[in-house]
């Protein structure tokens, strides 16, 4: 079955604790991204990456980092630098970055305890 | 600056109603559209993808047209269901191929 696996679904993250989302997929698309998502507000973009071993910042990525090793795989981490990481965190991929379709992954939500 | 705007913030309509969710927004210099699905908890799953060169593009009971000159999309949904009580998100897809994300529309369809 193709698609994007985020695990885990729900991760709590104590004050000052770094804690690293995983996001795989096996549809052989270039680019992937990671979005945060708060109530009441459009989805917000973290970073995204359009080929192994490169990414860029998106709008909020302070207090965030990430990797592209392999084509399948970006995990984002969140650093004890992000003040407020309490939110749903969504990953997707798209076969090319541009004017295809995007494919999204069941998300994360992430508390601070 | 992109800027994505959905009207109304949520909607109740009665089972077997036609509806009509709106998304505009503010630069017309975007390489596609697209509306999809969130329910609660859970990812989005892409409903319609409309490029910039097209008025609209349907999917079962669910069209979605697109006018660029105006800044403006609309999804109706036809002969509503219980099962289309959802989050619909709209985004656009802007010059640099960023996705610029809507609040989304809350849709409850009442049994």
């Known amino acids: 079955d193709g698609g994007i696996t985020q695990s885990p679904k729900y991760l709590f993250r104590k004050e000052g604790q770094n804690v690293t989302l995983s996001c795989e997929q096996n549809?052989?698309?270039?680019?992937m991204y990671w979005y945060r998502q708060d109530p009441g507000q459009g989805l917000r973009l973290i970073y995204y990456?359009?080929?192994?071993?490169?990414?860029q910042k998106g709008d909020i990525a302070e207090g965030y980092s990430v990797s592209r090793e392999k084509k399948e795989s970006f995990p984002l981490t969140v650093t004890s630098a992000q003040k407020n990481p309490t939110a749903f965190y969504l990953c997707?991929?798209?076969?090319?970055?541009?004017?295809?379709?995007?494919?999204f992954g069941q998300g994360t939500r992430l508390t601070v305890v | 600056k992109q800027e994505v705007t959905q009207i109304p913030a949520a909607l109740s309509v009665p089972e077997g109603e036609n509806l009509v969710l709106n998304c505009s927004f503010t630069?017309?210099?975007?390489?596609?559209l697209q509306w999809f699905r969130q329910d609660p908890g859970k990812g989005l799953t892409s409903l319609l993808l409309?490029?910039?060169s097209q008025r609209e593009q349907t999917s079962g009971r669910l069209n979605a047209s697109l006018d660029k000159s105006s800044g403006r999309s609309t999804l109706y949904i036809a002969a509503s269901q219980p099962g289309d009580s959802a989050t619909y998100l709209c985004?656009?897809?802007?010059?640099?191929?960023?996705?610029?994300w809507g609040a989304g529309t809350k849709l409850i369809i009442k049994p």
């Open positions: 997707a991929s798209s076969p090319i970055r541009g004017r295809t379709e995007a494919f």
């Open positions: 549809l052989n698309h270039d680019a």
């Open positions: 990456s359009q080929i192994v071993n490169d990414f």
């Open positions: 630069d017309s210099a975007i390489y596609n």
């Open positions: 409309i490029q910039s």
């Open positions: 985004a656009v897809m802007d010059s640099n191929y960023q996705l610029i």
